[in-house]
């Protein structure tokens, strides 16, 4: 059977599949790519994969494909489209060509993007594959633009070059089309710095405007790298890695790839040339590179049985997406502490963040993680206005269960075994050898490395939608657990920055619009619900003074907790009076502090975590 379709193999031995691929029309925003076939079916069908491995979301990527032709010895061939995302040529007897154009603006980590200014593409949203020949090896060539405009693009990728000219331009090879699609390609006229970890060659290289020292951020990017191979045990999984940044205004987001990773990050956040600090901006990218990075072994190659191999048709259902992001989570964090990228303090307003994320999130008591991983393809990929009162990420709360595992298990064996040896081991048992892991093999291999009885926290952590007893474990490792009152919409937590009193809310998630302030999600059981309020409904005024952003706050600070007040919303054109009981902010912001009063035990368990 096919690995990526499901479909039966040719039973010929396998011949080369080719590509070209062209930059068609940079205005239009459209690729242009061949598969060849020297000995195509009588009636060759092809499809194209709905999703890319690491986005759990049916993207339905034929849907840019706007034109497809075939060929055969210079003669025009039939071509049918008899699914969503397949076609059928008609009968051949000779080689055959299919020629497919491909729109592409998705300026995300996910899709192709074309413009004047750069090209990217991922695999999956670009390459038709003919049924059955999964297998096959595969050439890519890839064409230099005819354009001057872009006489000094170039080529980034992790894929094998075969013949390429010194930009870059020419024939690469993959060893079947999951290899093929498992690496994207940046083309434009990027920046790019080298470096070496664990005896691997790195490079990062950076598309958009920035001003930064590259040469400070590849020295941090390489001790995060070798920190990481480190932890995995050498040799790392792949003979180079490619970083492949695009810095933008606001933006933030990565996809993990078996020897690379696409990153999407705010320019801002990259240190300015001459600056030795160390913001919060910068540890934020710090982290997206650690998180993508640390899934070359944790998801990439340790993954679930469900994607053993990947069915790029359909849903690939599994319970375990907290165990490969809530894990990479906790470990993107707890790499940059043992780095010594962050201190302590700076590693702890980090996990500080993560609890804010997750005890804002009135959804942990109605969703498990177990159910949010299984759930994933239809909940946390489209989330709409009621998601926080219904969900929970599998992402925040994973890490944090992460977290509280790593803590049991140190504070029951001692530090003998903690998270690292259930990692590695997993890594070594499954990822290295090529097998999947079982819905119920993490646990059960926590439980034999661990020795102690865990069966309880997993039921709890894993399958129960209870909050994790986070403030004891912390205790036990010198560690203070705090909450307080969010002090405004950017308030993201991990420090104790607070005022004397909770500030008053509406208890909803707002954002500016056009006439006034639209309510994103209205929290369950609080005034705003109670007082008949909807998501999309546009508050214009409080007791008939009209409000915005910036003067709701002090609108709101004239009362007092209990108090009633009259809002003024439109739900839709028809206008509203409504009338809210106000009541504080709740205490579900998050920071932690070293507890300087920890006794001995506590100190030392805390030393053997954060080295600290």
């Given at each position: 059977m096919c690995e990526n379709c499901g479909r039966p193999r040719r039973s010929e031995d396998t011949t080369l599949i080719r590509y070209r691929l062209r930059l068609a029309d940079l205005d239009r925003h459209l690729f242009e790519v061949e598969c060849s076939l020297d000995d195509p079916e009588s009636l060759q069908h092809l499809w194209m994969p709905s999703w890319i491995p690491g986005s759990y979301l049916l993207r339905e990527f034929a849907r840019h494909v706007v034109g497809i032709d075939a060929t055969s010895r210079g003669r025009a061939v039939a071509v049918e489209k008899v699914g969503s995302s397949r076609w059928r040529c008609a009968e051949v007897a000779g080689d055959l060509t299919i020629t497919a154009t491909i729109y592409g603006l998705d300026e995300s980590v996910r899709g192709n993007y074309l413009d004047r200014r750069r090209a990217f593409f991922n695999g999956p949203a670009m390459f038709l594959l003919p049924d059955g020949r999964g297998d096959d090896p595969v050439e890519l060539v890839l064409e230099p633009p005819d354009d001057r405009a872009c006489a000094q693009w170039r080529v980034a990728t992790a894929m094998s070059p075969v013949d390429v000219d010194e930009r870059g331009f020419g024939v690469y090879t993959a060893r079947n089309y999951d290899e093929l699609i498992d690496h994207p390609v940046e083309i434009g006229d990027f920046a790019s710095v080298s470096f070496e970890a664990g005896g691997?060659?790195?490079?990062?290289?950076?598309?958009?405007?920035?001003?930064?020292?590259?040469g400070r951020v590849a020295t941090d990017l390489a001790r995060l790298?070798?920190?990481?191979?480190?932890?995995?045990?050498?040799?790392?999984?792949?003979?180079?890695?490619?970083?492949?940044?695009?810095?933008?205004?606001?933006g933030y987001g990565g996809l993990e790839h078996r020897a690379s990773s696409s990153l999407i990050f705010n320019r801002d956040d990259l240190p300015k040339p001459g600056d030795p600090g160390v913001s919060r901006g910068y540890i934020r990218f710090l982290g997206l590179a650690s998180?993508?990075?640390?899934?070359?072994?944790?998801?990439?190659?340790?993954?679930?049985?469900?994607?053993?191999?990947?069915?790029?048709?359909?849903?690939?259902?599994?319970?375990?997406?907290?165990?490969?992001?809530?894990?990479?989570?906790y470990y993107q964090e707890l790499m940059l502490r043992r780095s010594e990228l962050v201190g302590a303090k700076g590693y702890l307003q980090r996990v500080g963040e993560q609890l804010s994320r997750v005890y804002r999130t009135p959804g942990r008591f109605r969703q498990s993680i177990s159910a949010a991983s299984f759930d994933a393809w239809d909940v946390l990929y489209k989330?709409?206005?009621?998601?926080?009162?219904?969900s929970v990420s599998y992402y925040t709360k994973g890490a944090l269960t992460a977290l509280a595992l790593d803590l049991t298990l140190r504070r029951s064996t001692d530090a003998s075994v903690t998270l690292d040896e259930v990692v590695r081991e997993l890594w070594q048992r499954y990822g290295a050898r090529g097998i999947g892991v079982p819905e119920n093999g993490f646990e059960a291999l926590a439980i034999e490395i661990g020795g102690v009885e865990l069966e309880g926290f997993f039921e709890r952590a894993v399958r129960g939608n209870e909050d994790l007893a986070l403030a004891e474990l912390l205790?036990?490792?010198?560690?203070?657990?705090?909450?307080?009152?969010a002090i405004g919409s950017d308030d993201r937590g991990g420090n104790a920055a607070s005022p004397a009193e909770a500030p008053l809310t509406l208890g909803a998630s707002i954002r500016p619009a056009a006439d006034g302030l639209e309510l994103?999600?209205?929290?369950?059981?609080?005034?705003?619900q109670r007082g008949g309020l909807h998501p999309g409904d546009v508050v214009i005024a409080v007791n008939h003074l009209r409000v915005n952003d910036r003067t709701l706050k002090a609108r709101l600070a004239r009362f007092d907790a209990g108090e009633r007040i009259g809002v003024t919303a439109f739900r839709g054109d028809e206008l509203l009076e409504l009338a809210v009981d106000l009541e504080r902010a709740p205490?579900?912001?998050?920071?932690?502090e070293l507890?300087?009063?920890?006794d001995a035990a506590a100190l030392v368990r805390r030393r053997a975590w954060l080295g600290e």
């Amino acid at each position: 059977m096919c690995e990526n379709c499901g479909r039966p193999r040719r039973s010929e031995d396998t011949t080369l599949i080719r590509y070209r691929l062209r930059l068609a029309d940079l205005d239009r925003h459209l690729f242009e790519v061949e598969c060849s076939l020297d000995d195509p079916e009588s009636l060759q069908h092809l499809w194209m994969p709905s999703w890319i491995p690491g986005s759990y979301l049916l993207r339905e990527f034929a849907r840019h494909v706007v034109g497809i032709d075939a060929t055969s010895r210079g003669r025009a061939v039939a071509v049918e489209k008899v699914g969503s995302s397949r076609w059928r040529c008609a009968e051949v007897a000779g080689d055959l060509t299919i020629t497919a154009t491909i729109y592409g603006l998705d300026e995300s980590v996910r899709g192709n993007y074309l413009d004047r200014r750069r090209a990217f593409f991922n695999g999956p949203a670009m390459f038709l594959l003919p049924d059955g020949r999964g297998d096959d090896p595969v050439e890519l060539v890839l064409e230099p633009p005819d354009d001057r405009a872009c006489a000094q693009w170039r080529v980034a990728t992790a894929m094998s070059p075969v013949d390429v000219d010194e930009r870059g331009f020419g024939v690469y090879t993959a060893r079947n089309y999951d290899e093929l699609i498992d690496h994207p390609v940046e083309i434009g006229d990027f920046a790019s710095v080298s470096f070496e970890a664990g005896g691997v060659r790195h490079r990062f290289v950076v598309a958009g405007r920035f001003d930064s020292d590259l040469g400070r951020v590849a020295t941090d990017l390489a001790r995060l790298s070798e920190t990481q191979i480190e932890f995995f045990g050498r040799p790392a999984p792949f003979d180079e890695y490619l970083f492949l940044g695009l810095a933008v205004g606001d933006g933030y987001g990565g996809l993990e790839h078996r020897a690379s990773s696409s990153l999407i990050f705010n320019r801002d956040d990259l240190p300015k040339p001459g600056d030795p600090g160390v913001s919060r901006g910068y540890i934020r990218f710090l982290g997206l590179a650690s998180h993508e990075y640390f899934h070359s072994w944790h998801v990439k190659r340790t993954k679930p049985a469900a994607f053993s191999p990947y069915r790029l048709d359909r849903r690939n259902h599994t319970r375990l997406l907290w165990i490969f992001e809530g894990i990479t989570s906790y470990y993107q964090e707890l790499m940059l502490r043992r780095s010594e990228l962050v201190g302590a303090k700076g590693y702890l307003q980090r996990v500080g963040e993560q609890l804010s994320r997750v005890y804002r999130t009135p959804g942990r008591f109605r969703q498990s993680i177990s159910a949010a991983s299984f759930d994933a393809w239809d909940v946390l990929y489209k989330p709409d206005a009621n998601s926080p009162n219904a969900s929970v990420s599998y992402y925040t709360k994973g890490a944090l269960t992460a977290l509280a595992l790593d803590l049991t298990l140190r504070r029951s064996t001692d530090a003998s075994v903690t998270l690292d040896e259930v990692v590695r081991e997993l890594w070594q048992r499954y990822g290295a050898r090529g097998i999947g892991v079982p819905e119920n093999g993490f646990e059960a291999l926590a439980i034999e490395i661990g020795g102690v009885e865990l069966e309880g926290f997993f039921e709890r952590a894993v399958r129960g939608n209870e909050d994790l007893a986070l403030a004891e474990l912390l205790a036990d490792f010198g560690v203070t657990l705090r909450f307080r009152a969010a002090i405004g919409s950017d308030d993201r937590g991990g420090n104790a920055a607070s005022p004397a009193e909770a500030p008053l809310t509406l208890g909803a998630s707002i954002r500016p619009a056009a006439d006034g302030l639209e309510l994103v999600t209205v929290f369950d059981g609080g005034p705003a619900q109670r007082g008949g309020l909807h998501p999309g409904d546009v508050v214009i005024a409080v007791n008939h003074l009209r409000v915005n952003d910036r003067t709701l706050k002090a609108r709101l600070a004239r009362f007092d907790a209990g108090e009633r007040i009259g809002v003024t919303a439109f739900r839709g054109d028809e206008l509203l009076e409504l009338a809210v009981d106000l009541e504080r902010a709740p205490a579900d912001t998050c920071y932690l502090e070293l507890d300087p009063e920890a006794d001995a035990a506590a100190l030392v368990r805390r030393r053997a975590w954060l080295g600290e």
